[in-house]
């Protein structure tokens, strides 16, 4: 463990007055549980309503897509082609395919059959298949069957038509080309003989006679060449125009068109399933990314890390709405969580014969839990004849409005037949003072006159609390000895639950364990810290600290854990301050 990750500590024989916060201090961090497969489990079972309700979705998405777009019709017709001896036949089949998947073609047929929609549209909608080098498969859809024979049987029309175009205008072009060579050959005579013509009627010379006889040799030649090159373009002209007449009467239709075999029910179920699944894969993908990015602790072993103390209790989740329909309900009768919660509430409370026992149960995120919690543990103590003081120092009061109030002041309310005496601070005593210790400065603040009343004769003070690291948690001290925090997993994060143990430790209150709500099923970590913890009760519950037990350092460190501190260090978690601020509170 590094300096950074240790807690500030008083130097050696410092009084429990030694003021901490000017110590250096170094924010450490937090080791949250390693990503496993059973943690990704958890997450999606926590969150399965979700992934079911994205897979519902995907599966009406997919049958609305059905309605909308529905499978298509399909057909297909087969058709044999004669190749160009021209080209190869690998070369010529793929040629083939090229032409009739091209727009022209698709344009031919859409304007033919006077299709509603593009000649781009159209030719997304069928394919050619080639089978050998002279067979092809063509497959229409559309939105009938007998639409879409139609449209086969036309595109093939067009196709072999447009084919025998293109070989024609091939052949067409090839016999221009020999017939200009034709045309040239005759104009190269004729410009032999107009050039002896000229030559001769010029005056007799040696040049003059050299030049026509090599002129003459030239058009004997030229002249005996161009019957041949006439033969040659004359056959020629009827091989392409053979082959053009093969390649276009050759060709044709082998199966005519005929509908592929159609099921509605399969196109539904593919559609549904497809739907389906794709609204599960993205249900399930959102919780395991929320799950993966997200801050706020679950595992009992990181809370115990965050918060410096054990977690003693975890429960599953309690819905206060449900188990809480009525004061009449007030002690959680009729929940088996808000039972444990209470059970171990009841060994948590101190004894002390010196002064009243105080008990303080804070509340780190789920308020309406913890005091349902408090009122049920109040309801639960004065039915056995103990009389109990119940302060409702939380921003909403929520203990208050289970017993049907949250006017501020002391009074008495009947909770399930018994008697419990409610004390509410007024809304503008953002930290009020309670009836114990209370420092120098606190001093100047006395607790009112019903308070004190009602609390000196009282046999047990419980406090509900949330406390606001904008507002520090001095006030703390003047209400309880003892705390329990309650912690629902899943709702803070780590640098919120550390905030809250570091201000009941500044507040020089006992912070004697935590109650997780709502803690995973598969969580198989303790709830114990790495670093030291306060120690307990000595002697079990039935026994006092010493009063140096109940006095600690600013800082949070127990003036017990000083005197332990070959134990090891207390592992420090994040720096608990600016980002909580927001929760003021609430």
């Not at 399969?266 to 993966?292: D, H, N, R, S």
């Not at 995120?365 to 103590?381: P, Y």
């Not at 017993?403 to 007024?426: E, I, Q």
Request: aromatic share 4%; net charge positive.
């Amino acid at each position: 463990m590094s300096d950074g990750d240790r807690i500030a500590r008083p130097p050696p024989g410092a009084s429990d007055d030694y003021d901490l916060t000017d110590a250096d201090e170094s924010p450490g961090g937090y080791a949250i549980g390693l990503v496993s497969l059973a943690f990704l489990r958890a997450a999606l079972r926590r969150s399965r309503w979700l992934w079911r309700a994205t897979a519902v979705a995907g599966f009406l998405v997919g049958l609305g897509v059905y309605v909308v777009h529905p499978g298509a019709y399909q057909a297909s017709t087969t058709v044999v082609l004669v190749p160009n001896p021209a080209e190869q036949p690998t070369g010529a089949i793929v040629t083939d395919v090229a032409l009739a998947e091209s727009r022209t073609v698709a344009g031919r047929v859409v304007q033919k059959l006077g299709l509603h929609e593009s000649a781009l549209g159209f030719l997304g909608s069928y394919t050619v298949t080639p089978v050998t080098d002279r067979v092809v498969v063509i497959t229409v859809g559309a939105p009938s069957s007998g639409e879409a024979v139609a449209r086969a049987r036309t595109l093939a029309a067009e196709f072999l038509q447009f084919r025998a175009q293109q070989a024609q205008a091939q052949a067409q072009i090839e016999l221009t080309g020999l017939q200009q060579q034709v045309t040239q050959a005759q104009q190269h005579i004729k410009s032999l003989r107009a050039q002896i013509s000229q030559f001769a009627t010029q005056p007799p010379s040696a040049a003059q006679q050299a030049k026509l006889t090599r002129l003459r040799a030239q058009l004997s030649q030229a002249a005996n060449q161009l019957p041949t090159l006439e033969q040659g373009v004359e056959a020629n002209e009827v091989s392409a125009r053979l082959s053009a007449t093969q390649m276009a009467k050759g060709s044709q239709v082998l199966d005519p068109a005929t509908p592929l075999p159609h099921s509605h029910y399969k196109k539904v179920i593919l559609y549904a399933a497809g739907g389906t699944l794709a609204g599960l894969a993205l249900g399930m993908a959102i919780v395991l990314i929320q799950a993966l990015m997200s801050d706020h602790l679950r595992r009992r072993k990181d809370v115990a890390d965050a918060l410096g103390a054990p977690v003693k209790l975890s429960v599953g989740v309690i819905r206060v709405g449900h188990w809480l329909p009525s004061r009449r309900k007030l002690t959680g009768a009729q929940d088996r969580n808000m039972q444990r919660i209470v059970a171990y509430l009841r060994d948590a409370v101190p004894t002390s014969a010196e002064r009243t026992p105080a008990l303080a149960i804070v509340a780190v995120d789920n308020a309406e839990v913890a005091a349902a919690s408090t009122t049920s543990l109040a309801a639960s103590l004065a039915a056995d004849g103990k009389h109990v003081v119940l302060a409702d120092l939380c921003d909403d009061t929520p203990a208050a409005r289970l017993l049907g109030t949250k006017d501020p002041g002391v009074r008495g309310v009947s909770l399930n037949g018994v008697h419990v005496v409610l004390a509410v601070p007024d809304d503008d005593n953002l930290a009020p003072v309670g009836p114990l210790r209370r420092s120098s400065a606190q001093a100047r603040h006395p607790a009112s006159r019903e308070l004190a009343s009602a609390c000196a004769s009282a046999d047990l003070i419980l406090t509900l609390v949330s406390l606001d690291p904008s507002l520090g948690a001095d006030y703390l001290r003047t209400w309880a000895d003892d705390a329990v925090v309650i912690v629902t997993a899943g709702r803070s994060s780590a640098t919120r639950i550390h905030a809250v143990g570091e201000m009941i430790r500044i507040a020089r209150t006992r912070l004697v364990s935590a109650v997780l709500i709502g803690a995973d099923k598969t969580d198989e970590s303790l709830g114990i810290p790495d670093a030291p913890i306060p120690p307990t009760r000595a002697g079990g519950a039935g026994q006092d600290l010493p009063a140096s037990h109940h006095r600690q350092s600013r800082d949070g460190v127990a003036a017990s854990r000083s005197n332990n501190a070959s134990n090891g260090p207390h592992q420090r978690g994040a720096d608990a301050a600016p980002e909580l601020s927001h929760r003021n509170r609430t």
